[in-house]
Nanobody, 121 residues
Framework: QVQLVESGGGLVQAGGSLRLSCAAS????????MGWFRQAPGKEREFVAA???????YYADSVKGRFTISRDNAKNTMYLQMNSLKPEDTALYYC???????????????WGRGTQVTVSS
């Protein structure tokens, strides 16, 4: 069965960095579009970044230039390097898998449970 497990979240001061990981199993990782989404308290889940199977990457405007998505198909793992973190980046971060080239959460059928990122000011 499909399993996605996020790790790497934590508490960091504004301006700091974190690296999230998403370990995947139960499916052919290299054939899937992988995405990061986040949800802050009282807000809707929002797109953060996505990695197509051909290496194309997409970012939300709010994180462009600060976050970098990458994937290691040999390790079935996706990463999100987050630099210059801001308090508004505080959220529960989810990784998700899709067979569609999309940044819409409804097109992602498999989700992890999330890892909490908290950025203090």
């Amino acid at each position: 069965q499909v399993q996605l497990v996020e790790s790497g979240g934590g508490l960091v001061q504004a301006g700091g960095s974190l690296r999230l990981s998403c370990a995947a199993s139960g499916f052919t990782f290299s054939r899937y579009i992988m995405g990061w989404f986040r949800q802050a308290p009282g807000k809707e889940r929002e797109f953060v970044a996505a990695s197509w199977t051909d290496g194309t990457t997409y970012y939300a405007d709010s994180v462009k230039g600060r976050f970098t998505i990458s994937r290691d198909n040999a390790k079935n793992t996706m990463y999100l390097q987050m630099n210059s973190l801001k308090p508004e980046d505080t959220a529960l971060y989810y990784c998700a898998a899709s067979l569609r080239n999309s940044i819409l959460s409804r097109h992602y059928g498999d989700w992890g449970r999330g890892t909490q990122v908290t950025v203090s000011s």
